[in-house]
Structure formats: C-alpha cells, structure tokens
T-cell receptor
Framework: GDSVTQMEGPVTLSEEAFLTINCTYT??????LFWYVQYPGEGLQLLLK?????DKGSNKGFEATYRKETTSFHLEKGSVQVSDSAVYFC?????????????FGKGTHLIIQP | ETGVTQTPRHLVMGMTNKKSLKCEQH?????MYWYKQSAKKPLELMFV???????ENNSVPSRFSPECPNSSHLFLHLHTLQPEDSALYLC?????????????FGEGSWLTVV
C-alpha cells in the first residue's frame, strides 16, 4: 500500500536558519504530493503541492520538488521565522485508482527559537 | 478560515454516552472526509463520502457511525466509545475524489473519552 515517511522530530532551529524536512514515499500509481502545516490548536492547512514529476511547489518561502527518481518531496526554506513553528505533514494522493483522501506521514514538529 | 467548520471544538464524554460531531463546508465541494489524529501516529482516514454516498470505510469500529445528509454536512455519531478513541477528529472536503485536488480541513474536534 501507499506510505509516506518523514524525518522524526522535533526539529529545533534558530531563527534565520536553513530548513530541510525530508519526505519519501511509496505509491502504486502516479501520486500527487502535498505538504500540510498544523499550527498549535488548529487544523491542517495546505502549504504547497506538486502533481507531477519535477514540479516544484512553493508558498510562503517554502519549496518542495517532486523527485520521481528518488521518490522524495523534501520541504525547504532558506530562512525560518519563529512563526514557522508548527507540525508539518507530508502527504500523497494516489491517482492510480482514484484518490480517496490522503495518505499522511507522521508529521515533523518544527520549533524555531529566537 | 478554510471554509470547513466543525462543532464542537472540544467534547468530553463517558463511555456509555451518545454524542455527535458535526462538520459543515461552504465551498461547494462534493467529497467529505473524517480523519482521526492521535498523538505520535499518522492521520488515519476513517470515512469518505462522495456526492453523499459513502465510498470508503477503513475498518472503523461500528461505535463510530457517519452520516452525510447532503453534500455540505457530515456527522460522526459516537456511541460507547473507549478511552483509546480520545483524539482530534478532523473533517475535510475536496471538490471531488480526483487525485491532486486540494483537501481542505476544519480545525478539528478534540474528543476525550473518560
């Protein structure tokens, strides 16, 4: 079955540091890939997505590139802020047999210190 | 504000109680979902409805009973729950079930079973 693997957290960085959160996946079809963010006490919000190989999703200074050859979708940001502290979820939607919801990773808790 | 509203935000119930969670979306979407979010576990897809018809039931115990009276509303009826059912229950919607469509989440209902 489909699965998503994310680096375990928490990840603690200083403000303005470079961020990478690794995400790899397995899927039977040709999935779309997503990053969602969950701020404390809130639901999940879509951060960015990519629907085919080599696409780059970007939003709020975050980027991720769909790498089919390495089955990865790593999240990056050049300079993080305290307000980026949240839990980040990598997810896929498998187009092979129709998509019923998303398959999520366990989430990576990011803590940015001033 | 994602356009998906869940009530109540917090619920404490005894194991013999019957309660319901409500979800409403104002986005004109045709697919709606229930997810369970437990600590240190990936989000679990519970139920999927498409055009008011249930299309997915991921081996969810019968003490959870979904209801979708129309495309805008989704309920999760709870009966004789167990303490391990305590979690954040997230409702979500998407335009339809096609891969790549963005799924929009509500802020969740925190359930505590005592």
């Amino acid at each position: 079955g489909d699965s998503v693997t994310q680096m375990e957290g928490p990840v603690t960085l200083s403000e303005e540091a470079f961020l990478t959160i690794n995400c790899t996946y397995t899927a039977t079809g040709y999935p779309s890939l997503f990053w969602y963010v969950q701020y404390p006490g809130e639901g999940l919000q879509l951060l960015l997505k990519a629907t085919k190989a080599d696409d780059k999703g970007s939003n709020k200074g975050f980027e991720a590139t769909y790498r089919k050859e390495t089955t990865s979708f790593h999240l990056e940001k050049g300079s993080v802020q305290v307000s980026d502290s949240a839990v980040y979820f990598c997810a896929l939607s498998d187009g092979g047999g129709g998509a019923d919801g998303l398959t999520f990773g366990k989430g990576t808790h990011l803590i940015i210190q001033p | 504000e994602t356009g998906v509203t869940q009530t109540p935000r917090h619920l404490v119930m005894g194991m013999t109680n019957k309660k319901s969670l409500k979800c409403e979306q104002h986005l004109g979407h045709n697919a709606m979902y229930w997810y369970k979010q437990s600590a240190k576990k990936p989000l679990e897809l519970m139920f999927v409805y498409n055009f008011k018809e249930q299309t997915e039931n991921n081996s969810v115990p019968s003490r959870f009973s979904p209801e979708c009276p129309n495309s805008s509303h989704l309920f999760l009826h709870l009966h004789t729950l167990q303490p391990e059912d305590s979690a954040l229950y997230l409702c979500a919607s998407s335009l339809n079930r096609v891969s790549g469509n963005t799924i929009y989440f509500g802020e969740g209902s925190w359930l505590t079973v005592v």
